[in-house]
């Protein structure tokens, strides 16, 4: 590869890395070129961006970042992919499904927002995360739920004292 080229590589990755808040690195060693192509199917469905890298390129785009990556230079040993999403859980739920038929890929990394996870141990807890509108959602429920309650309870007794209302004045 010319250093044209190489520098084009370095660039594209660094403006991926500055453009998704959420950017997990897998080892897919070992994958056959049909389960890579299995594997790149079911991130592309979830709309994942899997990206095959070098380690040299991928050190240079994380220090060409104005961001701190540098606890994510610490696994940057073997090989290494790159997946980047939109949403912080759903690559460690494609990783996790993918693991159903094979041990692969092994989560080396990820990056979710500004939290860093290392280590393949962590994909239970990335699983579990929760996006931002789903949270928005589950605090406005919280927040009509008493609201509802009221309402619902002032309906139900608006009826019972009716109820008790008529019965006393027809006696």
Partial sequence: MKKAEK??????LTT???SFKNVYLTDISGLNATQTSNLRRACYKANISLDVV???MLSRAIDACDENFSELKS??????SLMFSDSGSTPAKVIKDFRKKLDKP???AALIEEAVYIGDDQINTLVAIKSK????????GLLQSPTKNVISALKSGSNNLSGVLKTLSER
């Fill in 7 to 12: 520098i084009k590589v370095v660039d594209d």
């Fill in 16 to 18: 991926k890395l500055k």
């Fill in 54 to 56: 070098k380690n040299t």
């Fill in 75 to 80: 696994v940057l040993k073997g090989n290494t």
């Fill in 106 to 108: 092994l989560l080396k």
């Fill in 133 to 140: 509108e789903e949270l928005i959602g589950e605090i406005i």
